[in-house]
T-cell receptor, first 118, second 110 residues
């Protein structure tokens, strides 16, 4: 079974603090993703990575950065946390999709980190 | 751009069938997915369907895809209280990450 773990389930930080959210997967997946989940908005993609040291912006990258130094680990960084970054953060990993070969690119999710910024 | 829409809420009685609907706009979608999220947990992949299929059945779950209307549905037979959760529809067109709907909260009444 794929296992995706996130460093914290709950986190409380103050405005202006630098925040690190860590994600580790144990299935040698090339792709890793960070989403935030807010009520009524579903999941919104922040950043994703196709390989070590590679990253691409998602739909809402402002205020965030990421780091992927090792294949199994993908970190989300809030350089200066703000109250509007209070949210549930979900990490996911997947193999690359290969068309209709059966490699579907299905994403596997961690349990989430609920971040509160005061 | 891609857009995936779902109704926000569905309530059913235990033992009835549930049907959760989803519409999407990207005609180049290759895969469509259903995920389940229980309270306080991450998303769990329930099932997926290739865009060249129109139906997939997996035990109590039936996925129907109408590619012409860009409509996807998830039918849960004999719905149980343990099925209460948020269900997300997602689509993937092969280039980047999944695009998720806003989720449908399924409430199962005993």
């Amino acid at each position: 079974d794929v296992k995706v773990t996130q460093s914290s389930r709950y986190l409380v930080k103050r405005t202006g603090e630098k925040v690190f959210l860590e994600c580790v997967q144990d299935m040698d997946h090339e792709n890793m993703f960070w989403y935030r989940q807010d009520p009524g908005l579903g999941l919104r993609l922040i950043y994703f990575s196709y390989d070590v040291k590679m990253k691409e912006k998602g739909d809402i990258p402002e205020g965030y950065s990421v780091s992927r130094e090792k294949k199994e680990r993908f970190s989300l960084i809030l350089e200066s946390a703000s109250t509007n970054q209070t949210s549930m953060y979900l990490c996911a990993s997947s193999l690359p999709s290969l068309g209709f070969t059966g490699r579907t690119g299905s994403q596997y999710f961690g349990p989430g980190t609920r971040l509160t910024v005061l | 751009g891609e857009d995936v829409e779902q109704s926000l809420f569905l309530s059913v009685r235990e033992g009835d069938s549930s049907v959760i609907n989803c519409t999407y706009t990207d005609s180049s979608s290759t895969y469509l997915y259903w995920y389940k999220q229980e309270p306080g947990a991450g998303l769990q992949l329930l099932t997926y369907i290739f865009s060249n299929m129109d139906m997939k059945q997996d035990q109590r779950l039936t996925v129907l895809l109408n590619k012409k209307d860009k409509h996807l549905s998830l039918r849960i037979a004999d719905t149980q209280t343990g099925d209460s959760a948020i269900y997300f529809c997602a689509e993937f067109e092969g280039r980047r990450a999944l695009t998720f709907g806003s989720g449908t909260r399924l409430q199962v009444q005993p």
